[in-house]
């Protein structure tokens, strides 16, 4: 028998060759297992391919590193064949793999297969060889190498199955597994060889015209590391590629849904925004057009949202409103839609089963705005006024649903606000009227038909007059005479206060100038200031040439500014009223006592006056609170040296009360009301000829 010797380095190239051969084949099926649609097939035949060659030349390798004393060689056509059975055995294997479940009794077939096809190639390769005499197997030992060529293909299977999905450490866990899949492989290869004997005098049938020769294990060597490490390479690489693809799908998706989410939502509440609304409301038309039913379209308006953001800051509005969208959300259907299209305006579009539901719906949300807000640890106040109009019925389209709803709703809010209305036909009158109104007030002040009427304040002990408020009136050609609740928020709407505004401080002016020739120059002519013209920059300018047109001292001017007014955006105000008293106008806080007064605030303020709101002096007489109310603001107002005036004094008592008090000037219908400048005198004269009589 010839004995056969192995080259032991070769051996160990064969055991790495199987090694990388093994890890190249889990990787690419976990390439396989993330690939889609046609990369599939590419990356299989591929992955057959450069497996099948790392096998083969493992195997290949190994007969190399085998030799006889007799000379060796290979035939080329039956080791080609060898090389292809062992490609077929591994895409195979990689089919296999690749499938979404794989059983146990599948697992044991497919074992059974490839482990045929590696032993296959193996006794192939042998016999490329072409030994004269055939070689002689020894059965058990070749029995034993086709059970480890079955039961390595098992556990390659397992491995390579599970190990297919990316998972972490799958590298560290694929390295690990692709050794012990090398060494069943080397130990199937050498199994295989041991159960060969080759007969005395046996020579090699392919020595010569085969393969054979020095360097051929390195050209297969290097021609298979070339193969795996390409391999090997495109899959990482693409792997890699996939996974950018993949993240930058991810983040594409998600930056439209954002998109998608800002474009059709407001930011501050999360709310439908109007795009959504329109989008909705035309759905529900739709609806109710084919299949009957009804909605309503609510529209929902804070009252009171204003003086909150005024007095506690943007900040706190934000939050206000956005706890007022979760309670209002908190209260809705399904299929229902809550939109928020503007400041302090929601829209409610509710779906309902007959119109006779609506006030209900309607009633709840006005209570449910009108319970207290905690909002950055205060309890807030407010209310909503809602307008209803109701599809069908209110409005052929979008636009006049809309517009119906919002005249419905500054009905219930001229209706005195925390109530809901619906439309009716006559509220579109209102909103031409008001329209018409705009119009003629544009012509107002050219056409010389705004009045100022005065009304006298009174030093409070001693009865005598210390001064008027000019109140603005407007001398309609059809209306008659228009009290400025009927003008002034138009006014304020359209900016056209600013020049209204100029002309009474200049009027107001100019008749101060008139009573202090006539020897009432001690008196003080207050103004008022709307919000608007706080914030106007020319207002300071305005007022010193006012003051100097009609030659008055600065302190003859006492200007009114609510305390609403004069607590919003507290800085920019203090600013302008720091100019104003430096120049040396007196100033008053107007309505004192009916918005979120800050004391500390208050201290800081260059102002000279308080007036205590109507509202105080009106119920004095019944109400004890407020009583406790006006002497906290006299007292109040005496620790800060501001002069303390009540304004709406309609009866004697209330007169007293508040002379007692401690108020220091007193202003209401029971002492003067409003009046012309020219009566105004002539009542004044007349109460001072009474007063010397008596
Ligand atoms: P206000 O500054 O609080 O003015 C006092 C209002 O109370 C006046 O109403 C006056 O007629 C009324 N009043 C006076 N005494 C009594 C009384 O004993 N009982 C009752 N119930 N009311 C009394 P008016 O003239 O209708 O003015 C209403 C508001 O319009 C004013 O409130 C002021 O805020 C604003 N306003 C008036 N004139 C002007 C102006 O020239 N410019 C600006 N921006 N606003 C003005
Ligand atoms: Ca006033
Ligand atoms: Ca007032």
């Known amino acids: 028998m010839l004995i056969g010797s192995y080259s032991p380095s070769l051996v160990f190239v064969s055991l790495c060759v199987a ?3 093994s890890y190249t084949a889990l990787d690419l099926t976990g390439r396989i297992a993330t690939a889609k649609g046609r990369a599939v097939p590419l990356w299989m035949a591929g992955g057959a391919l450069a497996m099948g060659i790392g096998i083969w030349s493992m195997h290949f390798i190994g007969m190399l590193a085998f030799s006889l004393p007799i000379e060796l060689g290979y035939d080329l056509t039956i080791t080609l064949l060898s090389l292809l059975i062992g490609v077929m055995s591994s895409g195979f294997a990689l089919w296999l793999v690749n499938q979404p479940s794989l059983p146990l009794g599948q697992l044991a077939y497919g074992a059974l297969i490839m482990g045929a096809g590696i032993s296959a190639m193996h006794y192939t390769g042998m016999a490329a060889m072409r030994m ?4 002689d197997y020894h059965p058990g030992v070749l029995v034993a190498s086709l059970v480890i060529a079955v039961v390595a293909s098992a556990a390659a299977l397992w491995i390579a199955f599970r190990l297919r999905r990316q998972s972490p450490h799958v590298r560290l866990v694929r390295g690990g597994a692709a050794i012990v899949m090398g060494v069943a492989i080397v130990g199937m290869h050498y199994t295989g060889m041991a159960a060969a004997n080759f007969a005395e005098g046996s020579f090699c049938g392919a020595a010569g015209s085969g393969l054979s020769g020095n360097g051929l294990e390195y050209l297969v060597l290097i021609t298979s590391l070339a193969v795996l490490a390409i391999a090997l390479l495109t899959s990482v690489l693409d792997a890699r590629l996939e996974t950018r693809t993949a993240d930058l799908a991810n983040s594409l998706t998600l930056a439209n849904q954002e998109l998608t989410q800002l474009a059709l939502h407001d930011t501050l509440t999360g709310l439908p925004n109007r795009v959504l609304l329109a989008d909705r409301l035309d759905q529900a038309m739709h609806m109710v057009n084919e299949g009957g039913g009804c909605f309503a379209l609510m529209f929902i308006d804070l009252d009171g949202f204003k003086p909150v953001n005024d007095a506690f800051g943007h900040h706190t509005g934000d939050q206000l409103l956005r706890e007022v969208a979760l309670r209002l959300r908190d209260s809705l259907h399904g299929q229902d839609t809550l939109a928020r299209i503007g400041g302090d305006e929601f829209v409610l579009l509710v779906q309902l089963r007959e119109p006779n539901d609506a006030p209900s719906v309607a009633a709840e949300l006005v209570d449910l705005i009108s319970r207290p807000f905690r909002v950055a640890e205060q309890d807030l106040q407010i209310s909503a006024s809602i307008g209803i109009a109701m599809y069908p019925g209110n409005g052929a389209d979008q636009h006049e649903l809309l517009m119906n709803a919002d005249a419905a709703m500054y009905h219930a809010k001229s209706a005195g606000k925390n109530g809901y209305s619906f439309f009716d036909g006559s509220m ?9 109104l705009l119009q003629d007030l544009r012509m107002a002040q050219e056409l010389g038909q705004l009045r100022l009427h005065y009304q006298p304040k009174f030093d409070a002990l001693k009865g005598h007059p210390v001064g008027a408020e000019a109140l603005l009136r407007w001398e309609h050609p059809q209306l008659g005479l228009l009290l400025p609740d009927k003008f002034i928020v138009l006014a304020e709407k359209t900016g056209l206060i600013i020049p209204i505004g100029e002309w009474v401080l200049d009027e107001a002016c100019r008749q101060m100038r008139v009573w202090a020739l006539q020897g009432y120059s001690h008196w003080r002519i207050a103004v008022n200031l709307s919000a608007l013209q706080f914030c106007h920059a020319g207002l300071v300018t305005s007022v ?10 600065a302190n003859s001017l006492t200007l009114e500014i609510t305390e609403t007014t004069a607590m919003s955006d507290a800085d920019a105000s203090m600013t302008v009223l720091q100019q104003l008293s430096e120049m040396g106008v007196d100033l008053s806080i107007d309505d004192f006592g009916t918005g979120y007064s800050s004391l500390m605030y208050l201290k800081r303020l260059p102002a000279n006056e308080l007036k205590i709101d109507r509202g105080f002096v009106r119920d004095l007489e019944q109400d004890s609170d407020d009583a406790a109310i006006v002497s906290a603001i006299v007292a109040l107002g005496q620790a800060l040296g501001l002069r303390i005036v009540a304004e709406g ?7 007293s009360f508040l002379t007692q008090l401690g108020c220091d000037s007193l202003q209401g219908y029971l002492l003067g009301q409003p009046l012309p400048a020219e009566c105004f005198l002539a009542d004044i004269r007349r109460s001072e000829r009474e007063a010397m009589v008596t």
Request: no cysteine; aromatic share 0%; net charge positive.
């Open 649 to 655: 004094v309609e009866t004697n008592l209330q007169q």
């Open 132 to 135: 004269q005499p055939g070689i």
């Open 428 to 436: 579109n009158t209102n909103a031409r009227k008001q329209l018409q």
């Open 19 to 21: 090694v990388l051969a």
């Open 544 to 553: 010193a040439s006012a003051l100097a047109r009609h030659q008055l001292p």
